[in-house]
């Protein structure tokens, strides 16, 4: 299995407009970071966690070529609105789309056209909602376990694939889902800043969990520009770094 980052950033993406601060300033690429997402190919499968609003951007930069799936996080701006763009994915079938329920309708709201019996233009895309319940998602020899987490006040959703779990945009782990998180390879979790916020992990909150989680390997994702990646990777520890767009993960089976 392979976990390609195609995002690493928040809602305003690295640099952000506006902002001559020395991060969104910075030659280093590790720095600039499009909005949070993830690609995963397993043997024949590919599929992605979260359709961004740079994912037009990201899957040029990548070359891919063939998607089967897509599983939502949630339905922030960030993690949806790139939805459009997978329509040269799904010319020729059908692509299951995964998510809660409340994911869902705010898909079927805010693109409505895709359902509504409207003039072709430059096509839509062809999409199947799926409601994720608690079990896992059976694809072929890869299941895709939904993890409980907290963003805030809402419910959203992390994943588990294998010794793999993506948890962006998590503020707080439910003490149902940790059984969920027992014995990882890898743990990809979101740390936003330094300092508290109401909504995301900060930096310490993220380590405690890691220390709980006790991954084997631990990567910080959804970061804003109160981070530079040489700096914060120097006062990690040996286990804990931060991704950066277009790292690429290599797992066993």
């Known amino acids: 299995m392979q976990i390609i980052f195609l995002g690493t950033g928040t809602s305003h993406g690295i640099p952000c407009i506006a902002c001559s601060c020395a991060i969104c300033t910075s030659s280093d690429p590790k720095n600039a970071r499009t909005r949070a997402s993830i690609w995963i190919r397993h043997r024949h499968l590919s599929l992605l966690i979260d359709t961004s609003t740079d994912f037009r951007f990201q899957a040029i930069r990548e070359g891919m070529?063939?998607?089967?799936?897509?599983?939502?996080?949630?339905?922030?701006?960030?993690?949806?609105?790139?939805?459009?763009?997978?329509?040269?994915?799904?010319?020729?079938?059908?692509m299951p789309v995964y998510g809660n329920e409340a994911t869902l309708t705010e898909i079927r709201s805010r693109f409505n056209y895709i359902f509504e019996d409207t003039q072709k233009g430059g096509g839509k895309p062809k999409i199947e909602l799926i409601s994720l319940g608690n079990g896992a998602v059976d694809l072929g020899d890869l299941a895709v376990q939904p993890v409980p987490i907290k963003h805030g006040s809402l419910d959203i959703l992390g994943f588990r694939l294998g010794g793999f779990a993506y948890l962006t945009d998590c503020s707080g782990i439910p003490e149902?889902?940790?059984?969920?998180?027992?014995?990882?390879?890898?743990?990809?979790?979101?740390?936003?800043?330094?300092?508290?916020?109401?909504?995301?992990?900060?930096?310490?909150?993220?380590?405690?969990?890691?220390?709980?989680?006790?991954?084997?390997?631990?990567?910080?994702?959804?970061l804003c520009h109160n981070l530079e990646h040489q700096e914060l990777l120097s006062r990690l520890p040996p286990n804990v770094e931060p991704a950066y767009d277009g790292q690429v993960l290599d797992l066993g089976d």
């Not at 089967?68 to 790139?82: E, V």
């Not at 890691?210 to 910080?220: D, L, S, T, V």
């Open 65 to 94: 070529t063939s998607l089967d799936a897509i599983f939502f996080t949630h339905a922030h701006a960030d993690h949806l609105h790139g939805l459009d763009d997978i329509r040269p994915l799904c010319r020729d079938k059908t």
């Open 176 to 222: 149902e889902s940790y059984k969920l998180l027992e014995n990882l390879e890898i743990l990809v979790i979101g740390a936003l800043r330094d300092k508290p916020h109401e909504t995301h992990f900060s930096v310490p909150e993220a380590l405690a969990e890691i220390g709980r989680i006790r991954p084997e390997r631990a990567y910080f994702t959804h």
